[in-house]
């Protein structure tokens, strides 16, 4: 997997979360029309939900649930950065949907919710990290 596009109802607010708020890379700006976040692996992509949804084809123009069975993960190397990811995500104006628990399967994680409901998890413990920053699944 090499890109992750999210469709946003602002793209300028949505960069704003992301670039302003969580603090992710980026060399493009909302007048773009779309703007890529540089991470460790993948690379996430806002852009205007009615736009994507044009592009995936008629029929598709269609608000989304509130729950859409899909969750994004930024999983740290310590488990105190879990709260501090939580705390700036709302203090960026995320919703903290789930505060961080010891979870069932052993690790530490919570929920926070973006500007347009996008759910993420920020997870201590359940992978190792490669050199560059991506995670090794066994």
């Not at 992301?18 to 690379?43: A, H, M, N």
């Not at 919703?95 to 993420?120: H, Q, T």
């Amino acid at each position: 997997m090499s890109l992750i596009t999210l469709g946003v109802a602002d793209l300028a607010c949505s960069y704003r979360f992301y670039k302003d708020g969580l603090g992710l890379p980026t060399s493009r700006t909302p007048e773009d029309g779309i703007v890529f976040f540089q991470t460790s692996g993948v690379t996430l992509a806002l852009f205007p939900y009615d736009q994507l949804a044009e592009d995936v084809g008629p029929g598709w123009d269609m608000p989304r649930s509130r729950f859409t069975g899909i969750t994004l993960a930024h999983n740290v190397r310590e488990k105190h950065q879990v709260d501090e990811v939580l705390a700036l995500a709302a203090s960026a104006g995320a919703e903290i949907v789930k505060p961080a628990v010891d979870a069932s399967w052993g690790g530490y994680s919570g929920y926070f919710s973006d500007p347009d409901g996008y759910l993420w998890e920020v997870a201590y413990g359940a992978f190792d990290f490669n050199a560059d920053g991506s995670l090794r699944v066994t």
